[in-house]
């Protein structure tokens, strides 16, 4: 249950003081949940702030919205309050704790780890594999673990991703933790489905109808849509990976296969819709106001978003060159990204899908507690 | 630009805009000139909730029905009468169809299922609010043709032998220079925002007045008006004001500021013994009687004390309440007299006024307060196609206004909630058509 922690530091007390603003004029009310969530609210418990946050899905509708924007002296900035608090709630509830404080240089971080795991692979690759192997042009049957083998390659994949959504999940429940809402277990239950549809559907980047303020002062739907894309991208890949075990498993034939089999036209089709929907999302962000973000946030974003489109990339790669003799040099490559991917999800922007459901959630389920309430009248 | 525009369009708040949709959409060149730079275009709409409409059905909008015979008796109450019956009804009829129209142009409304705006069959919501729908109508504008500057300050100057009119413009960049016009539309604002005019009026009090809405709607322009000869209606020295947090900025305080917790606790003066608002009570009207109950105090500053009970009651504030774990700490963190407070509050208690709340349980807390002006009852004189009345009943046909520099027209005092947005669309829209079909000729 909610600790009633009080925290003094500067963030805090700017959220609050921000918040206190919006909750005694609501002009915002229609643009997404994190209005109703603050309504008649006279004080913020870290808690709190910590649901809000994640609640907020970042349209930037109310920024421009907002009538108390700087230059004007009460300078409201909601969506970049929120986004820091956001990140200083990530960092707060990462698992192991270690990676939340090192958080707090995690572009660096992402980078380093990553590019440390391909050069370990590619050089792993280099000195374990007989050269005949790597350069050997050869796309027969059994060729990628000619490359690396079987057992290290599902090894070293199966350990990295178990690795990300062990630290994900544990993530998850600490900060379900410090914020799960006081209602009974029956409207959670009943805010199950409402909140898996405002989950999936993205329903918030909808600036409640006309689109969020992606790049500007005008509304549109290309952040929700892009979005969608390189999810939908991301999940055809992943469909990939589960037909090509099933390939392997079931029907004991080795990768790599044809360009006609399903393992390779999911994942051709899968990961040019992703890189789609990462193209789309990289110039959003790259023509974007800056004035209502969080710096830190974006560069978690642009990181994020390079080195998703990197897999993909190097995927692409094998795929095209896998007839030639940079096939091995390619996979190796791919596979160091696969496993750098996994490594460092737990503490990149990933973290955001499962904090925000989790807000979404104790929203639904507040929202189902209280049933039908009485507004006042304004005439 | 040495061209002349058919229609120059001075003020950019939401009369303004529509006059300059309506009239680009007639076919016509327009000019809008708004003197605000960009962050704080859009005048006193920026700070508005929702307008008054309309309807005889519910719609998707707004439920229920609001008739116009409805509409124009609560105008009447409220004016007592003073209000020009042949605008009053142009302005309840229009009402009808202005949300729809403001739809057109790209406002969206927000429907009542969504988020929690109260319950109200008299009046729509833009969604996101006032700024929201003057970003929309921006865009719009910018879109259709519309010429915009904002940083632009208009002033009136001449009626040249051709009847083309010559305006002087300000800018914060460049040198002064003058634009030349077949119409006039003017929706500057009222008067109100400029200290000097509002001392003019209300005396040294008035220093100690906060302008809830924005700077820049000066009267300036109303002044150029008046001297040129136009004719007033309504009365500069009365104004709509409520009490505001005394801790917000002094101008464009907007509505997070009005401190709306009265009914649930006691108001004393500077000497820490309490005031009344006569016939205050708990209504909606409340606000309005407080802010000149205030203004008459010394220093025109006043304090709602409440306690613990009162504040859960009130809802919340722009500015954390002062607290103080006694009357006397209270007393202290004003800088009022603990044994004067301690007995104010001792009668208030021992005596309570129908439907007050004692203030007995601890923690106490308070809010310095002081008048806000939202708008004054005084502007120009216009006819039922929004043309500017001379003091000499002469008309002109190609000098016209809306907005709130010609709302005294139809509310000579008194208000309704959503009245001022309406009026503005309503007479922008009718002002910009009119100020188009006379350049058809
Ligand atoms: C705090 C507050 C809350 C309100 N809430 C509501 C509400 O909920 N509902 C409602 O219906 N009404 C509300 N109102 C009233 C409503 O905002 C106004 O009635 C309405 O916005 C008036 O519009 P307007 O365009 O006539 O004038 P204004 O909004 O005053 O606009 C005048 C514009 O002209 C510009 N200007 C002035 N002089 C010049 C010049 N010389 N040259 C160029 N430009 C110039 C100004 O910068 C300004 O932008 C509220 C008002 C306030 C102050
Ligand atoms: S963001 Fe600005 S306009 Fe929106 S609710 Fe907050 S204070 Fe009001
Ligand atoms: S940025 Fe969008 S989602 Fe976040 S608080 Fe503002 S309106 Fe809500």
Known sequence: MSTADTSTDELTAEAERVLRICTACMYCDGLCPVFPAIDDKHEFRLSDLNYLSNLCHNCRGCWYACQYA??????????????????????????????????????TGIAAIVSLIVLATLAFVLLSSPPAAL?????????????????????????????????????????????????????????????????????????????????????????????????????????STVSAAIYHHALGVAAPYPLASLPVLLGLVGGVVMLAGIAGLLWIEHRADTEPSDRTEVALNVTFLILLGLVTLSGLAVLAFRETPAMGLLL?????????????????????????????LRAAAEKAAAGARSKRDRG | MSSTWDVVVIGG??????????????????????????????????????FRVVHEAPTRYVPDAYQAREFLDDLARVTQGDSNPCLAQRLVAESETIAAWLMANGVPLQQPNVGVVPYSRRTVFPLGGGKAMINALYSTATDIGVAISTDSEARLSRQSSNGNWSIDLTTATSS???????????????????PAWLRSHYGDAADGFMVRGTPYANGRMLA?????????????????????????????????????????????????????????????????????????????TAYLILDADGL?????????????????????????DPATLAQSVNAFNAALPAGAHPIASATFAAYPMRPGVTFVHHGVAVDDHMRIVWADDRRNDTLFAAGMIMAANVIGRGYLAGLGLTLAAVFGRLAGTEAARHVHG
């Open chain 1, 70 to 107: 700087p230059p004007h002296p009460f300078a409201v900035n909601l969506p970049a309050t929120l986004a820091a608090v956001r990140r200083r709630s990530y960092a707060d509830h990462l698992w192991p704790p270690v990676l939340g404080r090192a958080f707090g240089s995690p572009v």
């Open chain 1, 135 to 239: 350069f050997g042009a050869d796309d027969s049957e059994g060729a990628f673990y000619r490359v690396l083998p079987w057992s290290i390659m599902a090894g070293a994949a199966g350990a990295s991703l178990l690795w990300a959504v062990a630290c994900i999940g544990l993530a998850t429940l600490r900060f379900w933790r410090t914020m799960a809402p006081d209602v009974p277990r029956g409207a959670l239950l009943r805010a199950l489905a409402p909140a898996l549809r405002d989950i999936v559907t993205l329903r918030h980047l909808g600036g409640g109808g006309p689109g969020c303020n992606d790049v500007g002062e005008r509304t549109s739907h290309h952040r929700r849509l892009f979005h969608h894309v390189m999810v939908a991208g991301f999940a055809g890949t992943a469909l």
């Open chain 1, 332 to 360: 190796a490559g791919h596979l160091g990204l696969v496993f750098g991917f996994f490594v460092v999800l737990p503490f990149s922007k990933a973290v955001h899908a499962p904090f925000r459901a989790a807000a979404l």
């Open chain 2, 13 to 50: 708040g939401l009369a303004g805009l529509c006059a300059a949709i309506a009239a680009r959409r007639a076919g016509v060149s327009v000019r809008l000139l708004e003197c605000a730079p960009s962050a704080f275009r859009g005048g006193n709409a920026r700070h508005a909730r929702n």
């Open chain 2, 176 to 194: 002064p220079s003058s634009i030349d016009a077949r119409t006039i539309v003017v929706c500057a604002g009222g008067a109100g925002a400029d």
């Open chain 2, 224 to 300: 150029d008006l008046i001297a040129a000869g136009a004719g007033t209606v309504g009365d500069p020295t009365i104004c709509h004001m409520v009490a505001v947090d005394a801790r917000g900025p002094r101008f464009d305080g907007g509505i997070v500021t009005r401190i709306t917790a009265i009914p649930y606790g006691m108001v004393v003066d500077g000497s820490a013994r309490r005031i009344d608002a006569t016939g205050a009570g708990a209504e909606p009207t409340h606000y309005a009687r407080w802010g000149p109950r205030i203004a008459a105090c010394a220093g025109q």
């Open chain 2, 312 to 336: 859960q009651r009130a809802a919340p504030q722009a500015f954390p309440p002062i607290s103080g774990a006694t009357i006397a700490d209270l007393a202290e963190a004003l800088g009022l």
